[in-house]
């Protein structure tokens, strides 16, 4: 219950603080849950059902590295893509809408 608010204030309050775009609000449902669930199986994974000392730690570091891979890998594949063929359309076609500029559709 706790993770499920957590992912909503993500999604919505630190989205809009921070500014960054992500319509689907895949960063706050899939990454900010996916390490709130990576963290707590550390907490609840005590010695009695198979866990072991110190797997909060061991957790926070698979978050980390993570994170950190992910990140670097995925700014690495962007500015490929940047330099190839570009990852920003330009304004116009921001406003007039991607359906329209890009496939030729519109919704009526």
């Known amino acids: 219950m706790v993770a ?4 909503f204030w993500s999604a919505t ?8 775009d992500d319509s689907l609000d895949a960063f706050g449902v899939h990454c900010i849950g996916g390490i709130i669930g990576a963290l707590l199986t550390g ?3 005590v010695k ?4 072991a000392d110190g797997s909060v730690i061991l957790q926070a570091k698979g978050v980390l590295t993570t994170l ?8 690495v594949l962007l500015k490929i893509i940047d330099l190839v063929m ?7 076609q921001e406003r007039e809408g991607l ?3 890009l496939h030729g559709e519109k919704v009526e």
């Not at 499920?4 to 992912?7: D, E, R, S």
């Not at 309050?13 to 960054?20: A, D, M, N, R, V």
């Not at 009695?48 to 866990?51: K, L, P």
Request: proline share 0%.
């Open 4 to 7: 499920g608010v957590v992912c």
């Open 13 to 20: 309050w630190l989205k809009h603080k921070f500014g960054y």
């Open 43 to 45: 907490v609840f994974a």
């Open 48 to 51: 009695d059902i198979g866990g």
């Open 68 to 75: 950190i891979y992910s990140g670097v890998v995925s700014f």
């Open 86 to 92: 570009g990852i920003r359309v330009t304004e116009e």
């Open 99 to 101: 359906d329209v500029s």
